[in-house]
């Protein structure tokens, strides 16, 4: 069993920054792959960033080269680092770990609550 915990939602301005992070507990989380997915309202949950277990990276091509996924495996952590972020960035921010398909998928055994993220112009 995995516990995770996000944090670092909030309100930010366009163009502003945040930093979002996972924390896990429970099983062992290094040979896990993380991923970060969102929802806005009315919207499908769609992926956001991934982060295989060998510090692989994949991002959506809506956040590439903004947002930066990394991960601690020493402090059982994986961050997504926001930047430039515009309006049609605010959702629900998710993330999950253990795929039990493509990475990049919605397709992981273990959720997170969700942190808010609004950015207003």
């Known amino acids: 069993q995995v516990q995770l915990v996000e944090s670092g939602g909030g309100l930010v301005q366009t163009g502003g920054s945040l930093r979002l992070s996972c924390a896990a507990s429970g099983r062992t989380f290094s040979g896990n792959a993380v991923g970060w997915f969102r929802q806005a309202p009315g919207k499908e949950r769609e992926f956001v960033a991934a982060i295989s277990p060998s510090s692989t990276t994949y991002y959506a091509d809506s956040v590439k080269d903004r947002f930066t996924i990394s991960r601690d495996n020493a402090k059982s952590l994986v961050n997504l680092q926001l930047n430039s972020l515009k309006s049609e960035d605010t959702a629900v921010y998710y993330c999950?770990?253990?795929?039990?398909?493509?990475?990049?998928?919605?397709?992981?055994?273990?959720w997170g609550q969700g942190t808010q993220v609004t950015v207003s112009s």
């Open positions: 999950a770990a253990r795929t039990l398909g493509a990475i990049t998928t919605p397709l992981y055994r273990y």
